[in-house]
T-cell receptor
Framework: DVKVTQSSRYLVKRTGEKVFLECVQD?????MFWYRQDPGLGLRLIYF???????EKGDIPEGYSVSREKKERFSLILESASTNQTSMYLC????????????FGPGTRLLVL | GQNIDQPTEMTATEGAIVQINCTYQ??????LFWYQQHAGEAPTFLSY????GLEEKGRFSSFLSRSKGYSYLLLKELQMKDSASYLC????????????FGSGTQLTVLP
């Protein structure tokens, strides 16, 4: 079974803080994704990576950056958290350049005060 | 760009059949996925269609018409545990890695 873990289930931060969300997968998948999910807006892609040290912007990259130093780990960074970044953050992985589905982590619910 | 539409909410009765529709407009098409998401949990994969027609998997079936930009998820013999959000997602042209998700359909199954 594919296992995708995220560093925290719940996180509370203050405006202006730097926030790190980590995602780790154990299936040697090349592709990793970060989404945020908000009521009425569905899942929106923030960034994705198809290889170590490679990254591409998704639909809503503003205010975020990412890091992929190792194949199994993909980090999402909020340089200066803002209240409009309060959301559910979901990490996903996918094997290779194939039609396979994405596998999701349990999510991190972030509250920025 | 990509645009995916699905109803916001649906209600059905235990034991019944429900059909959740999804329409899409995308630049290119490389497959359509359905996911199930229970409250507070991660989405889990239900089905995948890339060719026209019906894919059946137990109580769940998914249909695709590429010419109409239309898909539906059919749930039979509804159970209370089927109460969840159902997400339609499309992989468009270009990169085969990205999915665009609809906003999800919240299905409530009543006893």
């Amino acid at each position: 079974d594919v296992k995708v873990t995220q560093s925290s289930r719940y996180l509370v931060k203050r405006t202006g803080e730097k926030v790190f969300l980590e995602c780790v997968q154990d299936m040697d998948h090349e592709n990793m994704f970060w989404y945020r999910q908000d009521p009425g807006l569905g899942l929106r892609l923030i960034y994705f990576s198809y290889d170590v040290k490679m990254k591409e912007k998704g639909d809503i990259p503003e205010g975020y950056s990412v890091s992929r130093e190792k194949k199994e780990r993909f980090s999402l960074i909020l340089e200066s958290a803002s209240t409009n970044q309060t959301s559910m953050y979901l990490c996903a992985t996918k094997v290779g350049y194939t039609q396979e589905t994405q596998y999701f982590g349990p999510g991190t619910r972030l509250l920025v005060l | 760009g990509q645009n995916i539409d699905q109803p916001t909410e649906m209600t059905a009765t235990e034991g019944a059949i429900v059909q959740i529709n999804c329409t899409y407009q995308t630049s290119g098409f490389n497959g359509l996925f359905w996911y199930q998401q229970h409250a507070g949990e991660a989405p889990t994969f239900l089905s995948y269609n890339v060719l026209d027609g019906l894919e059946e998997k137990g109580r769940f079936s998914s249909f695709l018409s590429r010419s109409k930009g239309y898909s539906y998820l059919l749930l039979k013999e509804l159970q209370m545990k089927d109460s969840a959000s159902y997400l339609c997602a499309v992989r468009g042209g270009g990169s085969a890695r990205q999915l665009t998700f609809g906003s999800g359909t919240q299905l409530t199954v009543l006893p």
